[in-house]
């Protein structure tokens, strides 16, 4: 949907500025004793002005703002893209916590878990780019849980928050781009116990940004070669 969308809005910004240049094309040039309005447009080196019609100087201004306007919505489109899929994903996070929160008590002076046979969610029991990774440590940083999925796998590395506020970050584990999300374990009086850290894999997020990368990065290309 995305790349559609943007592939689109890059035609009708290409149809939009070939028509206001077309109607600069349609100008004679005018008399240089005259005041015209666009007479500054005709205006260039003696090197241009001698080796190239006023078309074809016109059609370069067109190709280059052509170029920089494309560009900049590239840029706009991807920056747009890339943060909305980090929010999805990170809301995925926080759907994976809130199920397992729900088996976390915090009475005593550690977090600790309850019977996970009735968790409904099968993913921190699943490998792969598809699998949530879990752990819950302690206030000082000492493990407490690991879901099964982590057995074949190395030590991801652990950036506990200074804070004990929500903290989402991205890293490479062993290859492959990951997201982690902490959450802080708060009792009743609101102290902080531990952590709950929940990592999911994004590599089909990275996939489909490298596809939308290359479709622009084609459209601005065929863009300006029409031009």
Known sequence: FYLCMSLCVLYLLRCLLFSIFFFFLMIRRPPRSTLFPYTTLFRSSAFLRNRLSISKRLTIW????????????AVFCYTSFHNSLHRDFDNHLRHEIREFLAFVTLEGPLPELQ???ELRSVAYRTDGIYGTY????????????RSPNFL???RLPVDL????????KSQ?????????????????????????????IEWSLHQELILLGRALMIGIILSVLLA
């Open 62 to 73: 067109y190709g280059i703002t052509l170029f920089i306007l494309t560009t900049l919505f």
């Open 115 to 117: 019977p996970l046979e």
């Open 134 to 145: 879990i752990r819950m440590f302690s206030k000082d940083g000492r493990e407490l849980y």
């Open 152 to 154: 074949s796998h190395s």
């Open 161 to 168: 928050p200074v804070t004990s506020i929500d903290v989402s």
């Open 172 to 200: 490479d584990w062993e290859g492959l781009p990951v997201r982690t999300h902490y959450v802080p374990l708060l009792d009743a009086a609101d102290t902080n116990k531990g952590w709950l850290e929940v990592t999911g």
